[in-house]
């Protein structure tokens, strides 16, 4: 079998131009309608980078400086390096159109005490084209998985000079994916808690590749090495790692027992006063939740973690519990 | 991959066309095909042109869908007219209607628009038997689509009547497609039916 | 940079590993690069030096639940640069594309069994392709046999070549290691020393439950209740500030 397949006009054998995506082609010597059959392929656009290297540094500074990093990261952080990529990313237009029924449930009270339940019926249009990004490639440590702006100057201009990552993932995956989403984001939309009748049809009407310049910043810390990523065409900075400090994780947890521990007594007091026991219980579990949130920075707040990645997932307060547990068993 | 000259299935003349079309015309014969998965030849009806649009005339195509539905039932909360019953006659709940989906490119607001819009107001038209030279808008939407999106057209005119809707049975066969191609005047507020 | 031969005029055309058409310099005709039918060699070029590593395990092992001040005990044995392989098909599956990744060599390492073709800038390998020294891991495992098991027709069959920093460390007198991508400093570790979360917790718990019991206080006395609150703001605030560093 050979690799290289002539593409040439089958009618008076010009040289033929194709651009990926398209079925439908012209010949440009002979005027031919023509037709690419099987993968043509997908329409790909790569965006020019907008930003230098001192724009990049000057961000990632400024960024150091916002959240509850380092106090002293401005002045230990060292820059280390500094260079532009391009990533690639599935970029799909998903039309839903359909009706999603049923009703919402409210709950009052009249004079007496007496509770209510009043059923508001609910007819919800969905007809909407979603727009989604999704990384064509493993992000590995970059904290990037999808675009937060698709948008800037459409060129192929720095397309040698910058390294480019390769798509390694399906693109009838990411059409699929975006099915899936499209109708997640249409029930959302809808917005309906009791569903009765829903009748909804997704379309997937293009998929399309794009490059996009994203500039990766390496920089120490004392012994430590941390990252970020920028963006090459709006200069905002779009993940990174950052130190934390531990005053600031102090403060988190001193914070949070307080707050949330007056929470929960102010709603025991207040919930035996009355026979609503959704009062004690209310105060109770907005304490608990004041409490984990504040528990997690405390526990976790070393290192900050900005962006798409991995391990910020794993950050869940019950698994960590559950692994203590688990250890006191043992 | 391949690439192949388009050529008309029916008389083999090849087809030339300027615009990306996912419609293939062929102007000697007058037979229309699409290729999406093989090479079909399709039904297609071009309406004539009221006399009195001469300017600007434009043709618009139509996925027309011959489907058979039936609403088994239907429950809404208040309101009481049935759109749907009426539309079909008689308070029938059952029947032929033809749905319109429009197959050129559209945004969702002008799909519904042209979408409910023709189904509600089913137009009639006397047929001609070519385009007289009158620009086509291409077709992007594929059969498969069009097919799809009855589902919607059905619903929405059952949800737009009074009342809301609650709960709705119904079974849609479609028998028939067809690209109609429609004529319109393209004016300063944009289309302009030409009937 | 691989080439082709012009199907038109025979010249020889440079081709990009993920380029679908190319132009032929000369004659301008331009070619479809079938890949179905054959076997490529990519690799990913190292875009991480050894102190880029190094730093990159130092922050990893400072993470929150790594053991306390791992990353200054940690004693590193050794930092070796190496390439592994993976196999990468993208198959055609009743008109979808599917992509499987298999494996190419066998490993203990941790991560490399996640099969994934880590992002970078593919590049065809070739004798010219630069290794930057570092040891090729072989690929022990053959790729035919996963042809003739994958589902749907083939589109594209690579071997992949993607560069690792093997980190071997010791801490309290037992031996660990951490694979590290070097196209993003993606840190792979399997067991790693970690660090309790039992003073967190405690002093998180027992701060609520002063603060709860302080609260309910107030009501018959408040000034012991406000007196008490104040020093146990005080006294969470010196705890967990000592926890936070030093545990």
């Known amino acids: 079998m050979s690799l290289s397949v002539g593409l040439n006009c089958p009618a008076c054998g010009g040289a033929i131009k194709v651009n990926e995506g398209e079925h439908v082609l012209n010949c440009q010597y002979c005027g031919s309608t023509l037709w690419a059959e099987g993968d043509a392929g997908v329409l790909t656009v790569a965006y020019k980078n907008m930003q230098d290297r001192d724009g990049v540094l000057r961000a990632t500074e400024q960024w150091w400086r916002k959240g509850l990093k380092a106090r002293d990261l401005r002045k230990k952080g060292r820059l280390l390096e500094c260079y532009p990529i391009y990533l690639p990313f599935w970029s799909t237009v998903t039309r839903v159109a359909g009706w999603i029924c049923g009703y919402e449930e409210r709950t009052y009270q009249d004079r007496d005490g007496h509770s209510h339940t009043e059923r508001i019926p609910k007819e919800e249009m969905v007809l909407n084209d979603y727009n989604y990004t999704n990384i064509a490639c493993d992000p590995g440590d970059l904290g990037i998985k999808r675009l937060r702006n698709i948008g800037g100057e459409a060129s192929f201009a720095d397309f040698e000079s910058i390294p480019t990552f390769e798509s390694t993932t399906s693109k009838d995956d990411s059409v699929n994916g975006s099915k899936e989403k499209a109708l997640q984001d249409a029930r959302r939309d809808a917005g309906v808690p009791h569903v009765t009748f829903e009748k909804v049809t997704i379309i997937p009407k293009s998929i399309s590749q794009i490059y996009y310049p994203v500039w990766v910043v390496r920089y120490s810390y004392g012994e430590r090495m941390y990252m970020a990523t920028v963006d090459g065409v709006t200069g905002n900075v779009l993940s990174g790692r950052a130190p934390g400090d531990p005053l600031y994780q102090s403060l988190a947890v001193t914070g949070g027992t307080s707050l949330g521990g007056l929470i929960a007594a102010a709603g025991l007091i207040v919930g035996a006063g009355s026979d609503d026991g959704t009062i004690m219980f209310g105060g109770v579990i907005v304490g608990l939740v004041i409490l984990g949130v504040t528990y997690m920075f405390f526990r976790h707040g070393s290192e900050i973690i900005e962006g798409d990645f991995e391990d910020k997932k794993m950050k869940n307060p019950l698994k960590d519990i559950g692994i203590e547990l688990g250890g006191l068993r043992i | ?195 | 940079m691989a080439s082709l031969k012009c199907t038109k005029c025979g010249a020889s055309v440079e081709f990009d590993t993920g380029d679908k058409f190319v132009k032929c310099s000369y004659c301008s005709s331009q070619i479809f690069i079938d890949r179905s039918g054959a076997g490529f060699y990519y690799a990913l070029p190292f875009a991480m030096n050894e102190n880029d590593v190094v730093g990159v395990f130092r922050r990893w092992a400072g993470g929150s639940t790594r053991a306390k001040d791992l990353d200054k005990l940690a004693q590193i044995s050794s930092v070796k640069k190496q390439y592994f392989p993976v196999y990468l098909f993208k198959r055609d599956v009743n008109g979808a594309e599917q992509v499987f990744v298999e494996p190419a060599g066998s490993t203990t390492l941790p991560g490399l069994h996640s099969l994934k073709v880590p992002g970078g800038d593919l590049k065809v390998f070739d004798d010219k392709f630069d290794t930057a020294g570092a040891e090729m891991i072989k690929p022990d495992i053959e790729m035919a046999p996963y042809l003739s098991k994958l589902p749907g027709t083939a589109k594209e069959q690579a071997l992949v070549y993607f560069p690792i920093w093997k980190i071997d460390y010791v801490f309290e007198q037992k031996a660990y290691v951490v694979v590290v991508s070097a196209t993003s400093g993606e840190v792979f570790s399997g067991e790693f020393p970690g660090r309790s979360s039992g003073a967190y917790m405690a002093v998180a718990g027992i701060g609520f439950v002063a603060f709860l019991v302080e609260g309910l206080l107030a009501i018959g006395s408040p000034v012991v209740a406000g007196v008490l609150m104040a020093a146990t703001i005080a006294a969470v605030f010196i705890a967990a500030n000592y926890v936070a560093r030093r545990m």
């Open chain 2, 1 to 195: 991959m391949k690439v192949v000259q388009i050529k008309c299935p029916r008389c083999q003349q090849p087809i030339n066309s300027k615009v990306k079309d996912l419609a293939f015309y062929c102007s000697h014969c007058r037979t229309m095909h699409v290729r999406d998965g093989g090479v079909n030849v399709i039904d297609f009806d071009i309406a004539e042109f009221n006399p009195g649009a001469q300017q600007d005339r434009v043709y618009m195509p139509f996925w027309r869908l011959f489907t058979n539905f039936n609403i088994n039932q239907s429950k809404s909360a208040g309101g009481a007219i049935y759109k749907l019953g009426k539309f079909l006659g008689g308070g029938s709940n059952s029947g032929n209607v033809f749905i319109y989906i429009p197959a050129w490119e559209t945004n969702v607001s002008e799909f519904k628009h042209w979408a409910i819009g023709l189904t509600e107001a089913q137009p009639m038209y006397s047929l001609r038997n070519d385009f007289n030279n009158i620009e086509r808008t291409p077709t992007v939407v594929t059969r498969e689509e069009a097919t799809q999106m009855a589902d919607f057209v059905i619903v929405t005119m059952e949800a737009e009547k009074p009342g809301t809707l609650q709960y709705l049975d119904y079974s849609l066969n479609v028998q028939d497609t067809r690209l109609v191609y429609m004529p319109y005047v393209r004016g300063q507020n944009g289309f302009a039916p030409g009937l």
